[in-house]
Protein backbone atom coordinates (compact mmCIF):
# COMPACT_ATOMS: atom_id res chain seq x y z
CA UNK A 1 0.00 0.00 0.00
CA UNK A 2 1.85 3.66 -0.93
CA UNK A 3 0.66 6.81 0.19
CA UNK A 4 1.68 6.30 3.88
CA UNK A 5 4.33 8.81 4.22
CA UNK A 6 4.19 12.66 4.32
CA UNK A 7 7.11 15.37 3.67
CA UNK A 8 10.60 15.14 2.16
CA UNK A 9 13.05 15.64 5.05
CA UNK A 10 11.34 15.63 8.06
CA UNK A 11 9.08 12.40 6.95
CA UNK A 12 5.93 11.17 9.09
CA UNK A 13 4.68 7.54 7.92
CA UNK A 14 1.59 5.98 9.82
CA UNK A 15 0.71 2.53 10.19
CA UNK A 16 -2.25 0.87 11.85
CA UNK A 17 -6.23 0.30 11.34
CA UNK A 18 -8.70 1.59 13.32
CA UNK A 19 -9.88 -1.54 15.21
CA UNK A 20 -6.48 -2.92 15.14
CA UNK A 21 -4.61 -3.63 18.52
CA UNK A 22 -2.89 -0.05 18.01
CA UNK A 23 -2.10 2.06 15.87
CA UNK A 24 1.37 3.84 14.78
CA UNK A 25 3.95 5.56 13.53
CA UNK A 26 7.52 6.40 11.87
CA UNK A 27 9.00 9.88 12.35
CA UNK A 28 12.44 10.59 10.41
CA UNK A 29 14.75 13.46 9.81
CA UNK A 30 13.59 14.92 13.77
CA UNK A 31 17.10 17.54 14.22
CA UNK A 32 18.62 15.78 17.17
CA UNK A 33 19.22 17.35 20.18
CA UNK A 34 15.73 19.14 20.97
CA UNK A 35 14.23 18.92 24.13
CA UNK A 36 10.71 17.81 23.69
CA UNK A 37 7.78 18.05 26.71
CA UNK A 38 6.37 14.70 26.27
CA UNK A 39 3.34 15.81 28.26
CA UNK A 40 2.90 18.46 25.74
CA UNK A 41 2.29 16.21 22.80
CA UNK A 42 -0.27 13.87 24.88
CA UNK A 43 -2.10 17.09 25.63
CA UNK A 44 -2.46 17.65 22.06
CA UNK A 45 -3.05 14.27 21.53
CA UNK A 46 -6.33 14.64 24.39
CA UNK A 47 -7.13 17.79 21.87
CA UNK A 48 -7.83 15.59 19.16
CA UNK A 49 -9.46 12.25 21.02
CA UNK A 50 -12.79 10.90 21.27
CA UNK A 51 -15.54 10.69 23.47
CA UNK A 52 -14.85 14.64 25.10
CA UNK A 53 -18.23 15.78 25.46
CA UNK A 54 -21.65 14.76 23.82
CA UNK A 55 -20.93 16.66 20.73
CA UNK A 56 -18.54 14.02 19.31
CA UNK A 57 -18.40 10.02 19.10
CA UNK A 58 -18.66 8.31 22.54
CA UNK A 59 -15.86 5.98 21.60
CA UNK A 60 -13.65 6.48 25.07
CA UNK A 61 -9.63 5.88 24.11
CA UNK A 62 -7.32 7.48 26.28
CA UNK A 63 -4.84 8.07 23.15
CA UNK A 64 -1.65 7.35 25.76
CA UNK A 65 1.28 7.43 23.27
CA UNK A 66 4.40 5.30 23.99
CA UNK A 67 8.23 6.37 22.43
CA UNK A 68 9.97 3.47 21.60
CA UNK A 69 13.25 4.80 19.62
CA UNK A 70 14.20 8.02 18.81
CA UNK A 71 14.51 10.13 22.49
CA UNK A 72 16.01 9.81 25.21
CA UNK A 73 15.30 11.68 28.28
CA UNK A 74 13.27 13.76 26.09
CA UNK A 75 16.12 14.33 23.92
CA UNK A 76 15.83 13.54 20.29
CA UNK A 77 18.68 11.75 19.43
CA UNK A 78 18.78 12.36 15.43
CA UNK A 79 17.61 8.82 14.87
CA UNK A 80 14.00 7.54 13.86
CA UNK A 81 11.17 8.16 16.16
CA UNK A 82 8.47 4.94 16.62
CA UNK A 83 5.97 5.36 18.80
CA UNK A 84 2.79 3.51 19.25
CA UNK A 85 -0.91 4.73 20.09
CA UNK A 86 -3.09 1.05 21.64
CA UNK A 87 -6.67 0.58 20.63
CA UNK A 88 -9.05 -0.21 23.85
CA UNK A 89 -12.55 0.87 22.67
CA UNK A 90 -12.98 -1.44 19.60
CA UNK A 91 -16.63 -2.57 19.07
CA UNK A 92 -15.81 -3.79 15.68
CA UNK A 93 -19.43 -6.01 16.08
CA UNK A 94 -20.94 -2.39 15.60
CA UNK A 95 -19.87 -2.98 11.80
CA UNK A 96 -20.92 -6.30 11.26
CA UNK A 97 -24.18 -4.88 9.14
CA UNK A 98 -21.44 -3.17 6.74
CA UNK A 99 -19.55 -6.85 5.81
CA UNK A 100 -21.44 -7.25 2.24
CA UNK A 101 -22.48 -3.12 2.20
CA UNK A 102 -21.26 0.05 0.62
CA UNK A 103 -21.37 2.48 2.93
CA UNK A 104 -22.66 6.50 0.81
CA UNK A 105 -19.78 8.78 1.13
CA UNK A 106 -17.27 6.29 2.57
CA UNK A 107 -14.30 4.52 1.12
CA UNK A 108 -15.76 1.35 1.43
CA UNK A 109 -16.20 0.67 -2.60
CA UNK A 110 -13.43 2.35 -3.56
CA UNK A 111 -11.20 0.18 -1.30
CA UNK A 112 -12.74 -2.86 -2.65
CA UNK A 113 -12.20 -1.77 -6.24
CA UNK A 114 -8.66 -1.12 -5.74
CA UNK A 115 -7.32 -3.65 -2.92
CA UNK A 116 -10.05 -6.52 -4.14
CA UNK A 117 -10.48 -6.10 -0.12
CA UNK A 118 -11.46 -4.28 2.67
CA UNK A 119 -11.24 -3.85 6.32
CA UNK A 120 -15.00 -3.45 7.59
CA UNK A 121 -14.03 -2.63 10.86
CA UNK A 122 -14.45 0.95 10.94
CA UNK A 123 -13.64 1.50 8.22
CA UNK A 124 -9.69 -0.44 8.47
CA UNK A 125 -7.14 2.22 7.47
CA UNK A 126 -9.88 4.74 5.84
CA UNK A 127 -10.71 5.83 9.25
CA UNK A 128 -9.74 9.07 11.00
CA UNK A 129 -8.51 7.35 13.57
CA UNK A 130 -4.85 7.15 11.82
CA UNK A 131 -4.90 10.82 12.30
CA UNK A 132 -4.06 10.95 15.82
CA UNK A 133 -0.24 9.47 14.73
CA UNK A 134 -0.34 12.92 12.50
CA UNK A 135 -1.08 14.82 16.20
CA UNK A 136 1.86 13.25 17.98
CA UNK A 137 4.30 14.10 14.87
CA UNK A 138 2.59 17.84 14.50
CA UNK A 139 3.07 18.28 18.18
CA UNK A 140 6.75 17.53 17.45
CA UNK A 141 6.66 19.62 14.63
CA UNK A 142 5.35 22.89 16.80
CA UNK A 143 7.49 22.40 19.39
CA UNK A 144 10.31 22.54 17.39
CA UNK A 145 8.63 25.72 15.15
CA UNK A 146 8.34 27.29 18.86
CA UNK A 147 11.86 27.43 19.52
CA UNK A 148 12.17 29.68 16.05
CA UNK A 149 9.41 31.97 16.95
CA UNK A 150 6.70 30.32 15.25
CA UNK A 151 3.32 29.14 15.93
CA UNK A 152 0.60 27.54 14.43
CA UNK A 153 -2.99 28.09 15.84
CA UNK A 154 -6.40 26.95 14.03
CA UNK A 155 -9.72 27.41 15.03
CA UNK A 156 -13.68 26.52 13.88
CA UNK A 157 -14.77 29.06 11.26
CA UNK A 158 -18.32 27.51 10.52
CA UNK A 159 -20.57 24.43 11.37
CA UNK A 160 -23.19 24.14 8.96
CA UNK A 161 -24.66 27.52 8.25
CA UNK A 162 -23.24 29.27 11.39
CA UNK A 163 -20.15 31.28 10.91
CA UNK A 164 -18.15 33.59 13.20
CA UNK A 165 -18.35 37.26 11.75
CA UNK A 166 -15.09 38.56 12.39
CA UNK A 167 -11.92 35.68 12.83
CA UNK A 168 -9.08 37.55 14.93
CA UNK A 169 -5.93 39.17 13.10
CA UNK A 170 -4.50 36.71 15.40
CA UNK A 171 -5.88 33.82 17.48
CA UNK A 172 -5.31 33.45 21.01
CA UNK A 173 -5.53 29.54 21.50
CA UNK A 174 -6.97 29.83 25.15
CA UNK A 175 -9.52 31.76 23.48
CA UNK A 176 -10.26 29.19 21.37
CA UNK A 177 -9.78 26.23 23.55
CA UNK A 178 -12.46 27.67 26.05
CA UNK A 179 -14.34 27.10 23.97
CA UNK A 180 -16.46 23.81 22.98
CA UNK A 181 -16.10 23.86 19.45
CA UNK A 182 -12.99 25.59 19.38
CA UNK A 183 -14.70 28.97 18.00
CA UNK A 184 -13.18 31.98 19.37
CA UNK A 185 -16.56 33.75 19.83
CA UNK A 186 -18.73 32.95 22.61
CA UNK A 187 -21.95 34.17 21.05
CA UNK A 188 -21.16 32.04 17.72
CA UNK A 189 -20.03 28.64 19.80
CA UNK A 190 -23.81 28.90 21.55
CA UNK A 191 -25.16 28.62 18.27
CA UNK A 192 -23.17 26.10 17.06
CA UNK A 193 -23.35 23.96 19.42
CA UNK A 194 -27.30 24.19 19.74
CA UNK A 195 -27.28 22.97 15.88
CA UNK A 196 -25.25 20.16 16.72
CA UNK A 197 -27.34 19.32 19.33
CA UNK A 198 -30.46 19.50 17.07
CA UNK A 199 -28.50 17.60 14.09
CA UNK A 200 -27.46 14.99 16.48
CA UNK A 201 -31.22 14.37 17.54
CA UNK A 202 -32.05 13.65 14.14
CA UNK A 203 -29.75 11.19 13.70
CA UNK A 204 -28.02 13.56 11.30
CA UNK A 205 -24.50 15.29 10.70
CA UNK A 206 -23.00 18.60 9.69
CA UNK A 207 -19.97 19.78 8.09
CA UNK A 208 -17.94 23.33 9.04
CA UNK A 209 -14.40 24.76 8.15
CA UNK A 210 -11.37 25.36 9.99
CA UNK A 211 -9.22 28.63 9.97
CA UNK A 212 -5.64 28.24 10.31
CA UNK A 213 -2.99 30.99 11.18
CA UNK A 214 1.12 30.27 10.78
CA UNK A 215 2.89 33.65 12.70
CA UNK A 216 6.20 33.73 12.92
CA UNK A 217 7.65 32.33 9.96
CA UNK A 218 10.40 34.06 8.05
CA UNK A 219 10.43 35.48 4.46
CA UNK A 220 11.91 32.79 2.17
CA UNK A 221 10.75 29.36 2.99
CA UNK A 222 9.55 26.86 0.34
CA UNK A 223 9.84 25.86 -3.15
CA UNK A 224 8.58 26.58 -6.57
CA UNK A 225 7.17 25.15 -9.12
CA UNK A 226 5.83 22.38 -8.21
CA UNK A 227 6.14 21.94 -4.29
CA UNK A 228 5.30 25.46 -4.07
CA UNK A 229 4.60 26.12 0.26
CA UNK A 230 1.04 26.65 -0.32
CA UNK A 231 0.36 23.53 -2.78
CA UNK A 232 2.19 21.50 -0.08
CA UNK A 233 0.27 22.83 2.38
CA UNK A 234 -3.15 22.25 0.25
CA UNK A 235 -1.79 18.89 0.02
CA UNK A 236 -1.51 18.30 3.61
CA UNK A 237 -4.68 19.21 4.36
CA UNK A 238 -6.56 17.67 1.40
CA UNK A 239 -5.28 14.52 3.02
CA UNK A 240 -6.95 14.90 5.83
CA UNK A 241 -10.19 12.72 6.14
CA UNK A 242 -13.52 14.53 5.20
CA UNK A 243 -11.44 17.32 3.73
CA UNK A 244 -13.09 18.62 0.82
CA UNK A 245 -11.78 21.67 0.01
CA UNK A 246 -8.99 24.63 0.73
CA UNK A 247 -8.11 28.47 0.20
CA UNK A 248 -5.08 30.51 1.14
CA UNK A 249 -5.19 34.23 1.51
CA UNK A 250 -8.37 35.85 0.02
CA UNK A 251 -8.90 32.51 -1.51
CA UNK A 252 -12.14 32.25 -3.51
CA UNK A 253 -13.21 35.59 -2.74
CA UNK A 254 -10.26 37.35 -4.35
CA UNK A 255 -10.90 36.75 -7.86
CA UNK A 256 -14.26 39.39 -7.18
CA UNK A 257 -11.52 41.91 -6.90
CA UNK A 258 -9.71 43.87 -9.32
CA UNK A 259 -5.67 43.39 -9.59
CA UNK A 260 -5.98 47.16 -7.92
CA UNK A 261 -7.72 46.02 -4.97
CA UNK A 262 -6.05 42.56 -4.65
CA UNK A 263 -2.38 43.62 -4.54
CA UNK A 264 -0.42 43.75 -1.74
CA UNK A 265 1.31 46.92 -1.79
CA UNK A 266 4.78 47.07 -0.33
CA UNK A 267 6.07 49.36 2.41
CA UNK A 268 8.86 49.76 4.55
CA UNK A 269 8.70 49.18 8.24
CA UNK A 270 11.64 48.99 10.85
CA UNK A 271 14.24 48.71 8.00
CA UNK A 272 12.55 45.85 6.43
CA UNK A 273 9.96 45.42 3.38
CA UNK A 274 6.53 44.66 4.41
CA UNK A 275 3.02 44.76 2.83
CA UNK A 276 0.04 47.12 3.49
CA UNK A 277 -2.35 44.19 3.61
CA UNK A 278 -1.99 40.57 2.94
CA UNK A 279 -4.54 39.26 0.70
CA UNK A 280 -2.01 36.81 -0.37
CA UNK A 281 -1.93 34.60 2.67
CA UNK A 282 1.50 35.03 3.45
CA UNK A 283 2.82 33.53 0.24
CA UNK A 284 4.56 34.94 -2.84
CA UNK A 285 5.31 32.62 -5.90
CA UNK A 286 5.44 29.25 -3.53
CA UNK A 287 7.94 31.13 -1.31
CA UNK A 288 6.62 32.83 2.44
CA UNK A 289 6.72 36.11 2.50
CA UNK A 290 7.32 36.76 5.93
CA UNK A 291 3.80 38.05 6.80
CA UNK A 292 0.92 35.61 8.39
CA UNK A 293 0.24 32.71 6.78
CA UNK A 294 -3.69 32.17 6.78
CA UNK A 295 -5.80 29.54 5.48
CA UNK A 296 -9.12 27.70 5.29
CA UNK A 297 -10.23 24.12 4.99
CA UNK A 298 -13.05 22.73 4.25
CA UNK A 299 -14.73 19.45 5.96
CA UNK A 300 -17.70 18.07 4.49
CA UNK A 301 -20.45 16.57 6.99
CA UNK A 302 -19.48 13.25 8.84
CA UNK A 303 -20.60 10.36 6.29
CA UNK A 304 -21.89 8.13 8.72
CA UNK A 305 -25.44 9.21 9.99
CA UNK A 306 -28.17 7.29 11.75
CA UNK A 307 -30.91 7.82 8.97
CA UNK A 308 -31.52 5.48 6.27
CA UNK A 309 -29.66 5.68 3.07
CA UNK A 310 -29.88 4.00 -0.51
CA UNK A 311 -27.33 2.10 -1.28
CA UNK A 312 -25.91 -1.37 -3.04
CA UNK A 313 -24.13 -4.26 -2.20
CA UNK A 314 -21.08 -6.28 -2.95
CA UNK A 315 -23.02 -8.46 -5.76
CA UNK A 316 -24.70 -5.81 -6.95
CA UNK A 317 -28.19 -5.31 -5.29
CA UNK A 318 -29.37 -2.13 -4.22
CA UNK A 319 -30.64 -2.19 -0.73
CA UNK A 320 -31.42 0.29 2.29
CA UNK A 321 -28.48 0.68 5.10
CA UNK A 322 -28.58 2.27 8.52
CA UNK A 323 -25.85 2.74 10.37
CA UNK A 324 -24.86 1.59 13.92
CA UNK A 325 -22.42 2.04 16.31
CA UNK A 326 -20.67 5.37 18.01
CA UNK A 327 -20.12 8.69 15.42
CA UNK A 328 -19.51 12.19 15.44
CA UNK A 329 -22.49 14.31 14.42
CA UNK A 330 -19.61 16.83 13.53
CA UNK A 331 -15.78 16.08 13.17
CA UNK A 332 -14.52 19.84 12.60
CA UNK A 333 -14.06 20.52 16.17
CA UNK A 334 -11.80 17.60 16.36
CA UNK A 335 -10.73 18.46 13.64
CA UNK A 336 -8.72 21.99 14.84
CA UNK A 337 -5.55 19.81 16.09
CA UNK A 338 -5.08 17.80 13.20
CA UNK A 339 -5.19 20.93 11.29
CA UNK A 340 -2.50 22.64 13.11
CA UNK A 341 -0.66 18.88 13.63
CA UNK A 342 -0.47 19.13 9.13
CA UNK A 343 0.55 22.60 8.96
CA UNK A 344 3.24 22.46 11.28
CA UNK A 345 4.97 19.68 9.83
CA UNK A 346 4.70 21.02 6.37
CA UNK A 347 5.92 24.14 7.58
CA UNK A 348 9.24 22.23 9.26
CA UNK A 349 10.14 20.26 6.60
CA UNK A 350 10.12 23.14 4.67
CA UNK A 351 12.29 25.02 6.65
CA UNK A 352 14.54 21.97 7.10
CA UNK A 353 14.79 21.61 3.20
CA UNK A 354 16.30 25.47 2.77
CA UNK A 355 18.25 24.38 5.57
CA UNK A 356 19.75 21.39 3.95
CA UNK A 357 19.49 22.26 0.57
CA UNK A 358 19.34 18.48 -0.28
CA UNK A 359 16.12 18.82 -2.11
Given at each position: ?79 P??F ?69 IA ?31 PE ?82 D ?66 P ?22
Amino acid sequence: MAGNSFGKIFVLTTYGESHGTAIGGIIDGCPAGIQLDLEEIQKELDRRKPGQSNLTTQRKESDRVTFHSGILDGLTLGTPIGFLIPNKDQRSKDYSNIENVYRPSHADYTYDKKYGIRDVRGGGRSSARETACRVVAGAIAKQILATRGISVIACVRAIGQIEINDLPVKLDVEQVEASAVRCPDPETTNKMVEVIMQVKKEGDSLGGVVHCQVDGLPAGIGEPVFDKLHADLGKAMLSINAVKGFQIGSGFEGVKLKGSEHNDEFVMEDGEPTTKTNKAGGVLGGISNGEQIYFDVAFKPTATIYKKQQTVTKDNKETEFQAEGRHDPCVVPRAVPIVESMAAITILDAMLRKESNQF
